[in-house]
Nanobody, 121 residues
């Protein structure tokens, strides 16, 4: 069983930045970030596979950057130029497979407890 612990959420004004971290208790394959706003489905934000190949949702391209420190088993999400529509609970996720295969929540084996990001206008 892999434990994922997120940190770094908070409240910022539009245009601001936040950096999320996700510490994993063991090495995993693909890792990613998802988010869920009240009344909406969970959606994929970004992921990175074992070869450091990244993918992003269209809504965050050019603003968010995902990275992974394999030595520390830690995943990051640098979020710049935040918008009110980025407000959501952000979840770290990991899967045993090395490839990511898209942003399907059912593909991921492990989930963190979530960290809240609130962006005010």
């Amino acid at each position: 069983q892999v434990q994922l612990v997120e940190s770094g959420g908070g409240s910022v004004q539009a245009g601001g930045s936040l950096r999320l971290s996700c510490a994993a208790s063991a090495d995993t394959g693909c890792m990613g970030w998802f988010r869920q706003a009240p009344g909406k489905e969970r959606e994929g934000v970004a992921n990175v596979n074992d070869r450091a190949i990244t993918a992003y949702a269209d809504s965050v391209k050019g603003r968010f950057t995902i990275s992974k420190d394999s030595a520390k088993n830690t995943l990051y999400l640098q979020m710049n130029n935040l918008k009110p529509e980025d407000t959501a609970m952000y979840y770290c996720a990991a899967r045993l497979a090395q490839h990511c295969g898209g942003f399907y929540p059912s593909n991921y084996n492990y989930w963190g407890q979530g960290t809240q990001v609130t962006v005010s206008s």
